[in-house]
């Protein structure tokens, strides 16, 4: 990330870095958070399927 307007105005840079930085921390926390989650969302789903008399294969795809 260039950025030319560097020493004009050095506080809103910084402001910018660290808001990225925040961004890319934020979705690598959520896509890990969503991996975790998976078996879970899918053992769920299954016990749900299977309550309700459907086949759990459904939600395979």
């Known amino acids: 990330?260039?950025?030319p307007f560097l020493k004009r105005d050095s506080k809103?840079?910084?402001s910018v870095q660290i808001g990225d930085i925040v961004i890319e921390i934020k979705q690598m926390y959520l896509q890990n958070v969503k991996k975790a989650f998976l078996p879970l969302?899918?053992?769920l789903a299954s016990a749900f399927f299977a309550k309700k008399g459907y086949d759990s294969y459904i939600m395979k795809k």
């Open 12 to 14: 809103r840079v910084i």
């Open 41 to 43: 969302k899918i053992a």
């Open 1 to 3: 990330m260039v950025i």
